[in-house]
């Protein structure tokens, strides 16, 4: 028996176009004093990244060729194919790279190799939907002699920030950031330096503030005003808004907010003309606020949810849905007096006609830091099988 460790060096999470460095090590677990301990053999051990795509058969109509053709090899054990006794398609991949040939492992020896590879910065971020789903994966596959071949799965989690792709970094070292004291190869460099990009156009993005008034009315007149000082925002910040209802003319009884994406396929891919919207909803504040002249909410953008994006198939879209009720009536009959005496009680009244009104307001959501998502990733960085 051999055991097979594969441990990502950084985390579960990774910005397209950063590199995935991953360290895999074959173990002989047997102590060399076992009566049964004898050398382990593997003739090969090859590693890949690749992304498989799954569609809601009910929800999206893929063409006929969207599929492809299987491939004849595919049954076949011995041959190293990533995304073997997976649902859906494989839509991207990088070139498969082999670690070794011909390993032999006395007891309770242990190698390790290292894997490294850029991720394609043009394909689409990890996300799960309700009609798509996108999933990485790093697949290690390592095969006996005369033996089928075992596959071990990383699954990592990619977010793709537009504007990396076509950013060129300075040809002479003298003028490109890097600190002295330290040797870097140039892979690494280049890649610490795509982080620090990244991190430096999230935070100029999402550092702008501009006041964003809103009167919010309905066909009765005015109910108050939202304010809002930003409308793009990164994963893991708050949504922050205040109401003012002391200037409007209808008295609003409750409101909600809710921060929601919604996931729409686009119209060549629909499996009817016409198909509603996904929604989801990831963030709610609710209030009652009758004789209420301020109020204000915050909602924070949950680290694992998924930054919007669009493709050829399927587009994720953030929002604010607000929804107000307001009095039917006059202010002065919201309230009736309880009694005569000079000290005078107030109590509210049983029943009151309402109306009910709703708003959107689209926001934009980018991705974060790699490292921060990786603390509340749902992946391991380590994974393991024996074989």
Request: hydrophobic share 35%; proline share 6%.
């Amino acid at each position: 028996m051999i055991e097979v460790l594969a441990k990502l060096g950084r985390g579960p999470v990774f910005l397209a176009g950063e590199l995935l460095e991953c360290v895999i090590t074959f173990t002989n677990p047997l102590s060399a004093s076992s009566t049964s301990a004898s050398s382990e053999m593997l003739a090969w051990a090859s590693a890949q990244i690749h992304c498989q795509f799954h569609a809601s058969e009910g929800r999206v109509a893929l063409p006929p060729s969207a599929g492809g053709k299987p491939d004849v090899q595919a049954e076949n054990e011995t041959v190293f194919v990533p995304n073997r006794g997976e649902r859906g398609q494989c839509i991207l991949s990088t070139p498969p790279k082999i670690l070794f040939c011909d390993l032999r492992l006395d007891p309770g020896e242990s190698k390790s190799y290292s894997y490294c590879e850029t991720l394609p910065v043009d394909g689409p971020p990890s996300f799960r939907g309700q009609s798509v789903k996108y999933v990485y994966k790093l697949t290690i596959g390592c095969q006996r002699v005369n033996s089928p071949i075992k596959l071990l799965r990383v699954p990592f989690r990619v977010l793709v920030l537009h504007g990396l792709k076509d950013y060129q970094f300075p040809q002479d070292e003298a003028v490109a950031p890097s600190n002295p004291f330290l040797e870097e190869e140039e892979g690494l460099k280049k890649d610490s330096r795509l982080a620090d990009l990244a991190t430096e156009l999230l935070m100029v993005a999402t550092s702008r503030r501009s006041l964003h008034l809103y009167n919010i009315s309905n066909t009765r007149g005015k109910v108050g005003t939202f304010c809002i000082f930003k409308t793009v925002y990164k994963i893991g910040e708050d949504v922050i808004g205040t109401f003012n209802f002391s200037e409007g003319d209808i008295p609003c009884l409750q409101y909600s907010v809710s921060l929601q994406t919604e996931e729409s396929i686009q119209e060549e891919f629909q499996r009817r003309r016409g198909q509603p919207v996904s929604y989801s909803t990831h963030a709610r504040h609710q209030e009652a606020c009758l004789h209420t002249a301020q109020s204000s909410f915050s909602l924070p953008v949950p680290l694992g949810s998924t930054p919007g994006f669009s493709t050829n198939i399927v587009s994720l879209k953030w929002r604010l849905h607000f929804e107000f009720v307001t009095s039917g009536e006059s202010a002065g009959t919201c309230v009736v007096r309880g009694g005569q005496s000079e000290a005078v009680t107030w109590t509210g009244v049983e029943q009151i006609n309402v109306d009910t009104f709703s708003w959107d307001l689209p926001i934009k959501v980018l991705p974060t830091n790699p490292i921060l998502a990786s603390y509340v990733s749902q992946f391991s960085s380590t994974n393991s099988i024996s074989i």
